[in-house]
């Protein structure tokens, strides 16, 4: 053996004991399949039914936005809408005048920021008709925990939606 990390040959040696054979381990639970990691800024698109991205991207070009309920643990909601390309420049001209001097900073409070314009409807209150401030000043009243588990839910809602667009882009 040349260094600690290296076996050697031959396990060890037991007295008086054969060794024996490894047994198949018995599966008792069904295996959970891992969420796919798919990149879409490489040009990956997640699995989605086609005819689900179909009905998205006609709600986005002849409604001008999209929505959708989401469930996040067995009882809280959050509706989500497609930001507009206005509220995307309004977080962007709001990020840009605060100063912030770590790119980690500005990636959380952007992805608040994301959250509060998109979200319409959470756990059952409306607050659509909320400003963008007092929406931001809502959720920052959460636990930590649930604002995460709500940008989670987020992202892959907009991943459907580039998915949708895609493939609205592909086939019409």
Do not use: C, W
């Amino acid at each position: 053996m040349n260094n600690e990390f290296e076996f050697p040959d031959e396990g060890p040696k037991l007295a008086g004991k054969k060794p024996t054979k490894a047994r198949e381990p018995k599966a008792t639970m069904a295996e959970e399949k891992p969420e796919p990691t798919v990149n879409i800024l490489d040009g990956g698109t997640p699995e989605f039914d086609e005819l689900e991205l179909e009905q998205l991207f006609d709600e986005l070009m002849f409604d001008g936005s999209y929505s959708e309920e989401v469930k996040i643990g067995k009882r809280f909601t959050v509706t989500l809408k497609t930001r507009s390309g206005k509220e995307a420049r309004e977080i962007m001209n709001i990020l840009d005048k605060a100063g912030y001097s770590l790119g980690l900073t500005v990636e959380s409070i952007r992805s608040l920021y994301n959250l509060a314009q998109s979200a319409v409807i959470v756990n059952s209150r409306d607050i659509s008709g909320e400003s963008f401030e007092k929406k931001v000043e809502l959720i920052e009243q959460m636990p930590t925990p649930v604002i995460s588990a709500m940008i989670v839910a987020l992202m892959k809602f907009d991943r459907k939606v580039e998915a949708a667009v895609r493939h609205g882009e592909e086939n019409f």
